[in-house]
């Protein structure tokens, strides 16, 4: 069981920056892709960005350029730093671990942490 708690979410101003952070239980870096989902009211659960276990990095075309995921393997913490935000970043930002093994995909995810984008 993997448990998943971030933090770093809040309110900013357009053009504003933050940096979101999930704490990993333990050292999982090197078997699971973690990624950062999004939600934003009335609106499917988004991929934004993950990183795979041999670092290589994928992001939602909305994002690239503005945003950074990266991972901490001494810390257990993988980071998304978001920088030139808008409006339509707000939403709840989800920390995911996913793997499969032998078929099965294995999937977890964070609480949840509230990005709100506004003047």
């Known amino acids: 069981q993997v448990q998943l708690v971030e933090s770093g979410g809040g309110l900013v101003q357009p053009g504003g920056s933050l940096r979101l952070s999930c704490l990993a239980s333990?050292?999982?870096?090197?078997?699971?892709?973690m990624g950062w989902f999004r939600q934003a009211p009335g609106k499917q659960r988004e991929l934004v960005a993950n990183i795979n276990s041999a670092g290589y990095t994928n992001y939602a075309d909305s994002v690239k350029g503005r945003f950074t995921i990266s991972t901490d393997n001494a810390k257990n913490t993988v980071y998304l730093q978001m920088n030139s935000l808008n409006p339509e970043d707000t939403a709840v930002y989800y920390c995911?671990?996913?793997?499969?093994?032998?078929?099965?995909?294995?999937?977890?995810w964070g609480q949840g942490t509230q990005v709100t984008v506004s003047s």
């Open positions: 995911n671990a996913n793997r499969k093994r032998n078929g099965i995909t294995y999937a977890y």
């Open positions: 333990g050292s999982i870096f090197s078997l699971y892709t």
